[in-house]
């Protein structure tokens, strides 16, 4: 670990991830119900810090990366190394939302590290991001590192009257109750499902907010048939 790292590791993992087109998503010091698992020598997280990606940086990279022509799962194993490499080099201990399950509440910790809310698709919904973000790791430090203070924001959907994200499903997936998996699965998987293959979600994309961080085609793409091929995950 670089001096410069040691020095203050949250501006360090910042850093390092911006370079590989990845975002720090805020942090927080989690509690005995937070469900963080311990560090490998049985201590205990003392702070945790969210790394996640929104619109294209991410993409880019991991597109030009060697493991984005490996299979299965080219995205998480992309994802391991780089989230290894950045908790290497800031002296912290990387945790993934994939590899289950179980699962790690990574959306119940998305909402202890930032200021997100559960949308009516239970995607989480950013001020900015709109549903156009995702997690791709956390850093558990053994430290009690000083955080900046919380900003909260209010959900986007508090003020947003018609929800046309419950109306934009072709086969209504997606309702009050939550979500249909299987309808939605093998709605995309037939004949009629171009569209939401090719460019992704239809309710999702019909959300107003964050239109600007919406995935590229070729991403949307990648998602979906990651999505319908393991849709256990
Ligand atoms: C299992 C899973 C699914 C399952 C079941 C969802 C479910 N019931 O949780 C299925 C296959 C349905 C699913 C679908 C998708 N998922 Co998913 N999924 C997960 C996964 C791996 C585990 C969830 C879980 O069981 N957590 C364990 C419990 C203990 O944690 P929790 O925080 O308390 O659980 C929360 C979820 O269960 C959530 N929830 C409940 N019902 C649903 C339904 C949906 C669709 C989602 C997204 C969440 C959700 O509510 C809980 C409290 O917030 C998480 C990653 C993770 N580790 O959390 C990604 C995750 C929730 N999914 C994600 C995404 C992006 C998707 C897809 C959009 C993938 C895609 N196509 O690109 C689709 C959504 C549907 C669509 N049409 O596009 C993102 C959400 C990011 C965000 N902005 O909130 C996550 C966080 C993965 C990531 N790397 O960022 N997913």
């Not at 390092?16 to 998503?25: D, E, S, V």
């Not at 929104?54 to 030009?64: D, L």
């Not at 590290?113 to 949308?119: K, P």
């Not at 961080?213 to 849709?231: C, G, L, V």
């Amino acid at each position: 670990m670089r001096a410069s790292d040691a020095d203050s590791p949250i501006a360090a993992a910042a850093a390092r991830a911006f370079a590989q087109g990845l975002l720090l998503r805020g942090g927080f010091h989690p509690g005995p119900g937070d469900g963080v698992p311990s560090l490998p020598d049985g201590g205990r997280v003392a702070t945790l810090l969210m790394l996640g990606n929104a619109g294209p940086a991410m993409w880019a990279r991991f597109a030009a990366s060697a493991e984005s022509r490996a299979t299965p799962s080219p995205l998480d194993l992309w994802t391991r190394r780089v989230v290894a490499e950045i908790a290497d080099a800031v002296g912290a201990y990387p945790l993934f939302p994939f590899g289950g399950p179980p699962y790690l509440p990574f959306q119940r910790w998305a909402q202890r590290a930032e200021s997100v809310h559960v949308s009516p698709l239970k995607l989480l919904i950013h001020p900015e991001f709109g549903l156009w973000h995702a997690y791709r790791g956390a850093l558990g430090f053994a430290e009690r590192l000083a955080l900046p203070p919380a900003a909260p924001r209010e959900s986007p959907c508090a003020t947003c009257r018609d929800r046309p994200c419950l109306e934009a499903c072709p086969v209504g997936a997606f309702d009050d109750q939550g979500y249909d998996a299987t309808r939605c699965v093998n709605h995309v998987r037939s004949m009629v499902g171009t569209a939401c293959r090719d460019d992704g979600c239809q309710a999702r994309r019909a959300c107003p907010v964050g239109a600007d961080y919406r995935y590229e085609p070729a991403q949307a793409r990648f998602h979906m048939h990651a999505f319908i091929s393991n849709p256990a995950r």
